[in-house]
């Protein structure tokens, strides 16, 4: 058995998941984001404790920030302001005496997907979640791609317009240009709301900026798309595929290329156990 841990940041998750990516037991409560760094560790520690027996070998652990894997730092993660330089395998490795691991969440969602969800037996392929923000996690030749300190795959970051492709694909989108929350998009867009319906077409064609910046870099097979946005993966499929079809100088790449919505919820909790060999 191994322990996932999905870190944001005003909730946290865990599981105990087994070898086949099975839940067997799931936590979730509301991360005090905004406490001091000892108080925050106390309560991920507290919060993870449940869920330690003698069968768990590990704990594996997504972040939504920079992180150095091989010695298991995160820095500067934006919801959690205390969290600037944390040593976070050290942390938890002193306090459950087991191995840890540290990623980025993202790249915990797209290894997730890679080895227990719609990415499986795909040697090159890109997960993509979409929410607040956008972020993206690669998987190269049956690796985990993430440089060196998980910064690979930040397409959201890159310039587009007069801002980011972040900016236009995320979340962010709805509040700025129409006034809603995406979850009130999806609401209103299902009922028939036209305007909502035209937001929801106009997201579709910046996802399709975004993903073509994905194709270029990294030429994937296969893009699962997920975070909250994707709840609404029906509202936006038809214009981001028919924008993806122009502007783009490799079009039997876009053609050939599955994209596909993420089927579970808690595939990043899973991508984070599978951290742990």
């Not at 690669?138 to 972040?166: P, Q, S």
């Not at 929801?200 to 990294?218: P, Q, S």
Request: hydrophobic share 40%; with cysteine.
């Amino acid at each position: 058995m191994r322990i996932g841990v999905d870190l944001g940041g005003t909730n946290v998750r865990a599981s105990l998941v087994d070898d086949n990516g099975n839940i067997y037991e799931h936590r979730k409560e509301r991360f005090n984001n905004n406490a001091s760094l000892d108080d925050t560790l106390s309560q991920l520690i507290s919060f993870i404790r449940p869920l330690m027996n003698s069968t768990v070998r590990g704990i594996g652990i997504g972040v939504p920030s920079v992180v150095e894997p091989v010695r298991g730092i995160v820095y500067n993660v934006t919801n959690i302001p205390s969290w600037t330089i944390v040593p976070l395998a050290a942390k938890l490795q002193q306090a459950f005496d087991t191995q840890v691991a540290v990623n980025n969440d993202v790249n915990c969602f797209a290894l997730g997907e890679y080895h227990y969800g719609v990415l499986s037996g795909y040697s090159h392929a890109v997960g993509m979640s979409c929410g607040t923000g956008l972020g993206t996690g690669v998987i190269a030749n049956g690796k985990l791609l993430t440089g060196a300190r998980c910064g690979a795959g930040e397409v959201g970051l890159m310039h587009y317009l007069d801002k980011n492709i972040e900016y236009y694909a995320s979340g962010n989108l709805f509040r700025v240009q129409f006034g809603v929350s995406a979850e009130e998009a999806n609401r209103r867009a299902s009922e028939g709301d036209p305007q909502m319906l035209e937001a929801w077409a106009v997201f579709g064609r910046h996802m399709a900026e975004a993903i073509k910046t994905v194709m270029y870099a990294y030429d994937p097979e296969a893009i699962s798309i997920g975070g909250s946005l994707a709840k609404a993966f029906s509202l936006f499929e038809r214009p981001m595929h028919e924008a993806l079809l122009t502007r783009f100088e490799f079009p039997e790449s876009i053609r050939q290329v599955r994209i596909m919505q993420s089927t579970n919820e808690n595939i990043s909790v899973i991508g984070a156990a599978s951290l742990i060999p």
